[in-house]
């Protein structure tokens, strides 16, 4: 007598391995490019005085980001499970260390900038129709709420959404560009490019480098996705890399586009220079357009956000690190519901108390300590588990993660220095999260779960 099969409700429902290299690049393109390159040059351009310095600053924000892209694809390739930077990081050094850094995701860091998106949406609205600022927070609140709905569809609905806003966001990106090329000179750019530096300071590097990584901010949130790529130990790397490539060319060339229409002394200081060159090539009412690619970009990054953060906190419980019921998945669209849900809902409680933007300044920072770890990671592991499978291995080892760790110590560093309180709050925001784990480690892990961690990471 056959033994009856199991009911469709009793059946494990896991993650549908559905991504792509495409979907991977979007994503990471998506969510990198924000709002930074419309509104950073500006300020580094108060730190650098020519165009070469301030190309050569950019050029190394993009090779840095290289780096760590090329460190985290041979992670990814090792782990390739939902989770990406909290599982490297628990390989690597534990759960203490993992259990913190998604703490720090979950309460400020992947929710205060997901917040931050939002504000930044309603703000550049209210450029295009006028909105009061309750108005400014309902649309802001208003936007994260629909995109969380939209992931809650599951991962099809998110990544088709993330695909169309970010070839959108590409292809203003160019235009917006070649436009600016077109109403440019060549003079404007050569007078530009011979204003006199002081290279001997190393403190406006220091500062306009700060501002260059904050716009690469982002690049590594694909690989809390690892767990739905196809082929995942082929398509995270490709993914990693070809997106942070991308990104830095993209930069350069609205550089030097902005450069083409105003000039160093133009640029500086200004709080948008994507505005001030539109306004320079074409006039004050072209501005919108401007608005409008700001806020398209905004729309794909927030997305890119609000997807990717639920996988850590999935993977958390399927740890044992974290709520058992944030390892569940919709048994119809595959989605971890209550992730996504308690992200989104804080989120927008963060939007509603006006005073995140402080505390995210203190966090973010924080963040590279962790990138930092990660990526120093790569190296710990080779010396540990030097006959464990790395389909993916990085190019210029040691070299490669070493420049990576070592930038991310440099501003570490820089900001304690800079902003002791600052860097001492973020630190004290992260170390809360002592207690939690305290609470979570004491438990047993669910076996079954911890099984299904390690098919997933074995892309089984």
Same mark, same amino acid.
């Given at each position: 007598?056959s033994?009856?099969?199991?009911?469709?409700?009793?059946?494990?429902?896991?993650?549908?391995?559905?991504?792509?290299?495409?979907?991977?690049?979007?994503?990471?393109i998506?969510?990198v490019?924000?709002?930074g390159?419309?509104?950073?040059?500006?300020?580094?351009?108060?730190?650098?005085?020519?165009?070469?310095?301030?190309?050569?600053?950019?050029?190394?924000?993009?090779?840095?980001?290289?780096?760590?892209?090329?460190?985290?694809a041979?992670?990814?390739?090792?782990?390739?499970g939902?989770?990406?930077?909290?599982?490297y990081?628990?390989?690597?050094?534990?759960?203490?260390?993992?259990?913190?850094?998604?703490?720090?995701?979950?309460?400020?860091?992947?929710?205060?900038?997901i917040?931050?998106?939002g504000?930044?949406?309603?703000l550049?609205l209210?450029?295009?129709?006028?909105?009061?600022?309750?108005?400014?927070?309902?649309?802001a609140?208003?936007?994260?709420?629909?995109?969380?709905?939209?992931?809650?569809?599951?991962?099809?609905?998110?990544?088709?959404?993330?695909?169309?806003?970010?070839?959108?966001?590409?292809?203003?990106?160019?235009?917006?560009?070649?436009?600016?090329?077109?109403?440019?000179h060549?003079?404007?750019?050569?007078?530009s490019?011979?204003?006199?530096t002081n290279?001997?300071?190393?403190?406006?590097?220091? #500062? %306009?480098? @700060?501002?260059?990584l904050?716009?690469?901010?982002?690049?590594?949130? /694909?690989? &809390? =996705? !690892?767990g739905? *790529?196809k082929?995942?130990?082929?398509?995270?790397?490709?993914?990693?890399?070809g997106?942070?490539?991308?990104?830095?060319?993209?930069?350069?060339?609205?550089?030097?586009?902005?450069?083409?229409?105003?000039?160093?002394?133009?640029?500086?200081?200004?709080?948008?220079?994507?505005?001030?060159?539109?306004?320079?090539?074409?006039?004050?009412?072209?501005?919108?357009?401007v608005?409008?690619?700001?806020?398209?970009?905004?729309?794909?990054?927030?997305?890119?956000?609000?997807?990717?953060?639920?996988?850590?906190?999935?993977?958390?419980?399927?740890?044992?690190?974290?709520?058992?019921?944030?390892?569940?998945?919709?048994?119809v669209?595959?989605?971890p519901?209550?992730?996504?849900?308690v992200?989104?809902?804080?989120? #927008? %409680?963060? @939007?509603?108390?006006?005073?995140?933007?402080?505390?995210?300044?203190? /966090?973010? &920072? =924080? !963040?590279?300590? *962790?990138?930092?770890?990660?990526?120093?990671?790569?190296?710990?592991?080779?010396?540990?588990?030097?006959?464990?499978?790395?389909?993916?291995?990085?190019?210029?080892?040691?070299?490669?993660?070493?420049?990576?760790?070592?930038?991310?110590?440099?501003?570490?560093?820089?900001?304690?220095?800079?902003?002791?309180?600052?860097?001492?709050?973020?630190?004290?925001?992260?170390?809360l999260?002592?207690?939690?784990?305290?609470?979570?480690?004491?438990?047993?892990?669910?076996?079954?779960?911890?099984?299904?961690v390690?098919?997933?990471?074995?892309?089984?």
């Amino acid at each position: 007598m056959s033994r009856a099969k199991p009911s469709e409700r009793e059946q494990p429902v896991t993650l549908v391995r559905a991504l792509t290299v495409r979907d991977g690049l979007m994503i990471v393109i998506g969510s990198v490019i924000g709002s930074g390159i419309f509104l950073v040059p500006g300020l580094i351009a108060m730190q650098l005085g020519s165009l070469r310095a301030v190309l050569g600053v950019w050029v190394c924000g993009a090779v840095l980001s290289v780096c760590g892209a090329l460190s985290l694809a041979e992670m990814g390739s090792m782990f390739p499970g939902a989770g990406g930077l909290y599982i490297y990081l628990r390989r690597a050094y534990g759960r203490g260390v993992a259990f913190l850094y998604g703490w720090g995701l979950l309460t400020m860091i992947q929710t205060g900038s997901i917040a931050t998106l939002g504000a930044g949406f309603g703000l550049y609205l209210s450029r295009i129709t006028t909105l009061s600022a309750g108005q400014q927070k309902a649309a802001a609140a208003g936007v994260v709420l629909l995109l969380t709905a939209l992931n809650l569809l599951g991962l099809s609905a998110a990544k088709r959404f993330q695909n169309v806003s970010t070839a959108a966001k590409i292809g203003g990106l160019i235009l917006f560009g070649a436009l600016l090329f077109w109403r440019g000179h060549a003079a404007t750019l050569a007078s530009s490019w011979h204003v006199a530096t002081n290279w001997a300071n190393l403190l406006p590097f220091g #500062v %306009a480098m @700060i501002a260059v990584l904050w716009a690469f901010e982002g690049w590594h949130v /694909v690989s &809390f =996705t !690892a767990g739905e *790529f196809k082929d995942p130990a082929r398509d995270l790397p490709a993914s990693l890399i070809g997106g942070t490539v991308v990104v830095g060319a993209i930069y350069i060339l609205l550089n030097l586009a902005y450069y083409g229409v105003l000039g160093s002394m133009q640029i500086r200081g200004t709080d948008s220079a994507a505005a001030s060159a539109t306004v320079a090539a074409f006039g004050s009412g072209a501005t919108r357009f401007v608005s409008v690619l700001i806020l398209v970009s905004i729309l794909g990054a927030t997305n890119g956000m609000i997807l990717t953060g639920p996988r850590v906190y999935y993977a958390m419980a399927r740890e044992g690190d974290f709520l058992p019921a944030f390892g569940k998945l919709d048994r119809v669209f595959h989605a971890p519901s209550l992730a996504i849900v308690v992200q989104g809902v804080w989120a #927008v %409680a963060l @939007i509603q108390m006006g005073t995140f933007q402080q505390l995210l300044t203190h /966090v973010v &920072f =924080t !963040a590279w300590i *962790f990138y930092g770890l990660a990526v120093g990671g790569v190296m710990i592991l080779r010396r540990r588990f030097p006959d464990l499978a790395r389909p993916f291995r990085t190019p210029g080892y040691p070299v490669t993660p070493v420049l990576f760790v070592l930038a991310a110590g440099a501003l570490v560093l820089s900001t304690f220095a800079s902003q002791p309180s600052n860097a001492l709050a973020g630190v004290g925001l992260i170390l809360l999260g002592i207690p939690a784990y305290f609470v979570f480690a004491f438990r047993q892990q669910p076996k079954v779960q911890l099984g299904a961690v390690r098919e997933e990471e074995t892309g089984k």
